[in-house]
């Protein structure tokens, strides 16, 4: 149906199900959905290695773990995947270890089954693994059958259990109430450039070249076309981006949506390379977006699209931007 696992760890250790961590004499863990990794998920992460005194297995005997979800909970028997993602399901695997040298991650579906684990008993599940245990969550954080565990019930329970709660502060930045739901909708308005502030780096696209209707090659731009159903879209339009290709970058000019000239799909994602050659097709790209350069509601044809189009890549390529 969609990707969940094509990203492949070098040194950290993923496990698919929370009875598989193993016998473990201290952890530092964090839970959550962790949807794009964000300033406010950030925080939480880096503050494992201070609060905890865990700097990480290789340091001082002190596992950092993380357990996530390959699919939004949100999403459990609903056929229309909703809310849509920020990053595909596995962007965060990346960053726990290549940023936050993470030693295990809880990698699991988010299952009927899992829901109804009660919050004593998901509670009790990670004690019996892990001796000293210190538990990093948000604010909002709930957990367990009907939602019935939160940051209260963590403090609450802490004594009779034997861990150690740790509960991060709600994050602000410039007034506004950092949160996945927040940033999607930022997005979603194609308020890029806001977004890419909370999320501290590039929003991105990411899928397998597809193969399209070959109208860029025809005015003389091609384009890479990818479209995912499962991360949200920014409206249509076209963008100044930054294209990745098998770990080096270019700038490119990117088109979302469909057009009134050429029809299409509202999920088309062009992408005009700059100063690219070779094959995409079939090839999985990441495309960052930088900045809204115009709007692509072009009526009188396709030498309109094409001096459109030349005039967009043009700015773009003059402009200094890091890649």
């Not at 094509?6 to 201290?26: A, H, P, Q, R, T």
């Not at 700097?55 to 028997?77: A, I």
């Not at 919050?119 to 019996?128: G, T």
């Not at 609450?156 to 991060?168: C, D, E, L, T």
């Amino acid at each position: 149906m969609f990707d969940l696992d094509v990203y492949f760890s070098k040194k950290m250790e993923i496990v698919n199900d929370i009875f598989s961590l193993g016998k473990i004499g201290k952890a530092a863990l964090s839970i959550g959905v962790f949807d794009g990794v964000h300033i406010g998920h950030r925080k939480i992460l880096s503050s494992m290695q201070g609060e905890a005194k865990c700097k990480g297995f290789k340091v001082d005997g002190c596992y950092l773990c993380v357990l996530t979800f390959k699919n939004h909970p949100r999403w459990l028997g609903k056929e229309e995947l909703y809310p849509k993602l920020i990053s595909p399901p596995y962007y965060k695997l990346e960053v726990f270890e290549k940023e936050y040298n993470i030693d295990k991650v809880i990698y699991t579906k988010f299952t009927h089954e899992f829901r109804n684990i009660e919050p004593e008993r998901f509670l009790e599940i990670l004690k019996s693994q892990i001796d000293d245990l210190h538990i990093f969550v948000g604010y909002n954080f709930r957990f367990g059958k009907e939602a019935k565990g939160n940051t209260d019930f963590l403090i609450r329970n802490a004594s009779k259990f034997g861990y150690v709660p740790h509960i991060a502060d709600e994050v602000m930045y410039k007034g506004i109430r950092v949160s996945s739901t927040v940033i999607r909708s930022f997005i979603a308005q194609g308020d890029i450039e806001i977004a890419n502030e909370l999320l501290t780096r590039r929003f991105f696209l990411e899928s397998k070249v597809i193969k399209g209707s070959g109208r860029g090659k025809a005015i003389g731009f091609p384009t890479a076309n990818i479209r995912s159903r499962i991360q949200v879209y920014p409206p249509p339009g076209i963008y100044g981006t930054i294209t990745e290709v098998d770990g080096k970058k270019y700038k490119s000019v990117t088109h979302v949506g469909s057009s009134p000239t050429f029809g299409g799909n509202p999920f088309d994602v062009e992408t005009h390379i700059i100063n690219f050659e070779g094959d995409l097709y079939n090839k999985r790209i990441r495309v960052y977006f930088d900045r809204f350069l115009g709007d692509s509601r072009f009526t009188h044809g396709i030498d309109e699209v094409r001096e459109v189009i030349k005039h967009f890549v043009e700015l773009w390529e003059k402009e200094d931007v890091k890649l």
